[in-house]
Each structure stands twice: as C-alpha cells, then as structure tokens.
C-alpha cells in the first residue's frame, strides 16, 4: 500500500496499520470512491446500470470532496500504487497517472484554454501549492518542487523548480525515497 | 439581486454545457457539481441586504436577516472554503470554477469575470473605495493567483494561473509569472471566459 509506504515509513503492514489508514486520511476514501466510480465507467456499457452502480458511490464521493476540499476528474485513469500527502485541496484532471506518484497539498492539475489534460509518468512527486496545465507529458522520477508552474513537457529523471518552471537538475536516476525537499 | 442570480446561473450554465438552454436534468447535474455557485448566492443574498435595506424602522428585520447570511456564509466557508465578502462589489456574472482557498476579499469586480480555485484578491473593509483594487469586465483570474490591495486590472485582461499581481495590468493584457509580468498585450481570452 502506497499510504503505508510513503506516509507511515512502513514496508509490511499490520490490520492495525490499516485501520489507522482507514481512519486517519479521509484522501484515501476519496481515492477509493474515484476508484469505484472508476471501474464501474470501464466495466460496464449499460447506461442503467452504470446509473444504479454509481448511485451508491455518490453520496460518498460527495462527502469526502468537501471533506478534503478536492476534486478528481471522473476519466482520469490513476494506476496502483497512488497518494496523497496532506490535507487534500487537489484539483486533478489529469489524463494519465503512472504507478507510485505522490501528491501534496493544494496542487491544481488541470486543463488549458484549448482542454488539453497533463499526462504523468511513473514516480512523480509533486509538491505543494504547484500549478501544472496543458498538453504535456512528465517523465518517470521526476521531482516538481513546491510552488512550480509546469506548462511544458519535462524528460525523466529531472527536478523542476520556479514559476514559470524550469528544469534545475537533470539525470538524478535515484529516486529519494522519503525526501521530496531538497 | 435576481437579475444578477440569472446571469451568473446563465455563466454556470454556459460554462459547464456549452449550450444556453440545456435540459433539465442537466442544469440539476450543473448546479449539484459546482460548488462555487451557493458561494455567490450567499454573497449576492449578503450585498441585498446592505444595499437595499438602509432605513431605520426596518432595522430588526435587516438584523435578522443579516443572521441568516452570517451562518449560510459559515456553512459556505466550512464546507467549501470560498470566502467572499460581502461588502465587495461584483459585477453580474460571476462563475467561480472548482472550489477550495478562494479569497474574494473588499474589492470592486465588473461583469462577467471568472475566479479560479485558490485565487486571492486581498484587501479590507476599512479602507475608501480608491483604495481597493478595481477590476473590470471580462477579467479571467487564473488559479493559485494573488492579486494583491490598489491594484487596477483593465477590461479583458488575463491573470495567468499562479502568478502574484504587484503593478497595474492594463486592458486586454496576459501577465504572468511571480512577480507577474506582461507577456502579451493583446491577448483574447474570449475562448478560455465564455
């Protein structure tokens, strides 16, 4: 579990790791509705039952939205292995979300003027208060330091800082694993 | 108050089906997903009550009034943290996008503006009307975006996602940057405030 890996510091977990999970970050349960609403768009074709299924997950949904002040676009499609740090106020639209990404608090992931969606590659960690927009592919590894502007595409492996952002560091082909400051 | 309440459900509308007459059960679905819509109710109800009310033989009922606003206003903040005050002055048809650290403090907006999520336009109550910052029509300001006090923003100017406003943007200008710097100056942002 992503949760237990990058907020606990934890490589095996209990039943009462889990709990503490349930309990202590309602972003989870917003991830886990996302999820359901999800799998439900893509499993099912017909327009009644799809209604019927997700019926059940609104009410949900709707609670932890305002619960955790964020949003998630319903065809964003976010592989296992997802988290995020913090309180919540996210704004996600992306299109694509690899696997073991982390996102802190207070990012906005969005569209442009012309409705084109990001696309995230495999462990990438945004920080908080960022700002990322537009048509644009992010790399596997890369870091996007708190406060950034991203509007253009960033190869792997790179550390992204500044608004508008710039790439301040390229080839770091080790991924810290606990530190996301530098 | 209830002209400004259409024009702002007609932005709402546009906005989120691209059409100025969708179905029913699609303006039901426009008006449950988007948050920021109660938020400028309970602003307009808010500005209704100043405005209107200014005699003395009605001041119990302005009272009263006055507390219902003060507690839909906390429910808005609690649940959706957009803080408007209510002796700002907004023009008809504000659409707020998303929700979340919006700050729309004593300041004087024109029509048909567009405030994204975590977008700050500081400024106090206390202070004269030529103190505040004056924005005018068409105004897109972009998310995570801080505009600060006595600053003036001409008609049609964009205020690009994450950028922090310390000088004057004059009309039909896109700034940017931190701080905000004007990189176009005439640029339309007729596609991206509809």
Not at chain 1, 150 to 175: A, F, M, Q, W
Not at chain 2, 43 to 65: A, M, V
């Amino acid at each position: 579990m992503s949760y237990a890996k990058n907020l606990l510091g934890l490589e095996q977990i209990t039943f009462w790791d889990r709990m503490k999970i349930v309990f202590k970050f309602p972003t989870f349960w917003l991830l886990v509705f996302h999820r359901y609403r999800f799998w439900v768009h893509s499993r099912f074709k017909n327009k009644f039952i799809r209604m019927g299924m997700k019926i059940f997950s609104l009410l949900g949904q709707r609670t932890f939205e305002i619960i955790t002040k964020s949003e998630i676009l319903s065809t964003a499609n976010i592989a296992p292995g997802f988290c995020f740090a913090g309180r919540g106020g996210v704004t996600l639209g992306a299109k694509t979300i690899g696997r073991g990404c982390i996102i802190y608090e207070n990012v906005t992931i969005g569209r442009d003027h012309l409705y084109n969606i990001p696309e995230l590659g495999e462990f990438v960690r945004v920080g908080s208060n960022s700002v990322i927009y537009g048509e644009i592919k992010i790399g596997n590894g890369v870091i996007i330091r708190e406060s950034t502007v991203l509007t253009k595409s960033v190869p792997d492996y790179c550390v992204v800082e500044g608004n508008p952002g710039r790439i301040v560091k390229k080839d770091t082909t080790t991924i810290p694993n606990n530190e996301h400051s530098r | 108050m209830m002209e400004n309440i259409k024009a702002d459900l007609d932005r709402y509308f546009k906005n989120n089906s691209r059409s100025l007459n969708p179905s029913v059960k699609k303006k039901i679905k426009i008006i449950g997903e988007n948050y920021g819509i109660y938020a400028v109710f309970v602003y307009r109800f808010g500005y209704f009550i100043e405005s209107i009310i200014n005699d003395n033989k009605l001041n119990l009922i302005k009272h009263l009034l006055l507390g219902a606003y003060y507690m839909l206003n906390f429910l808005v903040i609690k649940m959706f943290d957009i803080r408007i005050s209510r002796k700002a002055k907004i023009g008809k048809g504000l659409y707020i996008t998303h929700f979340g650290g919006i700050v729309i403090s004593n300041c004087i907006l024109g029509d048909h503006c567009t405030v994204n999520q975590r977008a700050q336009i500081e400024g106090d109550d206390f202070s004269s009307n030529a103190e505040l910052s004056h924005i005018g029509d068409n105004v897109w300001i972009g998310p995570h975006a801080i505009i600060k006090k006595g600053i003036k923003i001409g008609d049609g100017a964009t205020i690009a996602a994450g950028s922090v406003v310390q000088a004057d943007v004059d009309r039909h200008c896109l700034a940017l940057g931190n701080p905000a710097r004007i990189l176009n100056k005439n640029f339309d942002n007729s596609i991206l405030n509809v």
